[in-house]
């Protein structure tokens, strides 16, 4: 016995099909007689069934008859009226045995007229092969059913005989073929252990495995051939690892989404930013990119490029991202006819700052164009009417100076928010503050403002730590900013309300109103530059636009958040969350 895992491996496989063959040879033997046996018995039954019909008619019509169903060759006969209920069995009392309607030959026949089924017999515990013959009247009313059966035990044993003559024989022709196959594996294996060890060497990786490659048999230059094979490969593989790693550094690297598509528009590669964009891991390569993503826009981008390689250009929308989609051609080989580079570039901040800054261009000059106009529309007025009365006079000077105030209110603010948006991390600048001192120095600086119109401020100051690590100052002025708001849409005789409360980590400051409240379709842009839900009435007020974009601006500057829970016609609730530090 020649103990090799290759020619065990070789001759068990040539073993089980050999074994296999035969196992479906002689089941499949055994099956066809099974079946030409179930069919002979089926056709003799069907011969039977007109002599049993006229039988069952005979009966069924309450004729005087004699037992003519003895020359009926099977083992049962059975005759059932049409409501199902058995008049006549051979084989069992008929008044004990239960509704026939319900048996599948039966229900088949009622259909049909004729049927067959093999089944098992509740009230004999057998299996039979039952043919039943529905019996109708002239007016073609069924009467009821002849019901011819034989037990299939005599079918087995016929079976069971064949079976122990076919064993012995199945069992010698296999011997013959093991033995056979196992000669023939001893002869060839060999060399090809040798080349399948050689072959596993190359595949895991070790291409400076050599064969001896002697002699000038067919082994010998299958050896040779082998050792040339390992060494090129050993060469191409070490350049193509370059290239793909080089490749993949930089295409891993790029903010670009970078898609390879083949010619049948399947995959070959996705870096990490396009895996981002479209919502997808690396497991999507090989697939086809319909299947990957459903985006109208990109399908139709591939399918203009595809027939003349030509480059497209076009916007996409996935979710909130606005995204660049560029097809790139390039010349390739013939076999790549039909693939496609796509890159994507997420223009959606690009945009933002765009809208933004337009917005911002435009909202400036608008707010810094109406003190001006105003200013020169006075100065204008006194310089045409030197004669104008001193309170006249005065009453002009007077609204110039509002406007040049509002102009300069104006001014500083935007150099606020100007020095937010310049400075970068500013932790190290920042002191441990008590918010609960700088909410009560709010409402002290506020307090005049609120007295004119009648307005109370309450403080709702729950018990607890409210150390946060920021800039006092600019505390002091969100607060304050936050609370000048609340007291210009309030109602005279209202209440201001501030609450300060610590959960866990976030010290949370809100400031509610009992003024008309923010409709849900503005609470978005509320914080936005310039942008007033009722410009007028914010004019009338002192407003310049500016002070929800410093409260947002300071708030995030030290690491928090703010936002708005509103009702309209009930008021208004600004939330303001900061980082929660220890008391030092």
Known sequence: MIRNRLFLQLWSMTAVVTALTAVIFYNASLYEFQLDLEASARTR?????????????????????????????????????????????????????????????????????????????????????????????????????????????????????????????????????????????????????????????IADGNYDTRLPGLGSDDTALLERSLNDLSRQTGERVNTLEDGRDQLAGILTALQEGVIALNPEQRILHINRAAQEFLGVNNDVIGQPIRQVTQIPQLIDLIDKTRPTGAEQNRLLSIGRRTIEARTESRERPARLDGAVIIVLHDVTEQQRLEKVRADFVANASHELKTPLTAIRGFAETILDHPEMPADTRSRFVGKIQFQANRLGQIVAELLELSRFDSRADRGDEFVAVNVAGVVKASAIAVESIAEERNISIRLNLAVGQYIVMGDREELLQLTINLIDNAIKYSGDGSTVELSLSATGDIVKLVVSDQGPGIPPEFRDRIFERFYRIDTARSRELGGTGLGLSIVRNIAISHGGRVYLDSTPDIGASFVVELPRVKAP
Request: glycine share 4%; net charge neutral; proline share 3%.
């Open 45 to 201: 039954l069907l011969a039977q069934i007109p002599l049993a019909a006229t039988f069952g008619r005979q009966l069924l019509e309450g004729s005087s008859i004699e037992l003519e169903h003895q020359n009926i060759s099977t083992d049962r006969l059975t005759v059932i009226d049409a409501a199902g209920v058995v008049i006549f069995d051979t084989e069992y009392d008929a008044a004990l045995m239960e509704n026939h309607a319900t048996r599948p030959e039966i229900r088949e026949a009622t259909t049909l007229g004729r049927s067959t089924a093999s089944r098992f017999s509740d009230t004999l515990k057998m299996d039979y092969m039952y043919a039943a013959q529905r019996i109708d009247d002239v007016q073609g009313q069924v009467l009821g059913f002849s019901r011819l059966a034989t037990p299939l035990e005599q079918l087995d044993n016929r079976l069971a005989t064949l079976r122990k003559r076919m064993l012995p024989v199945i069992a010698l022709t296999l011997l013959v073929l093991m033995t056979i196959s196992y000669a023939v594996t001893v002869r060839v294996y060999r060399p090809i252990a040798r080349a399948a060890r050689m072959a596993r060497e």
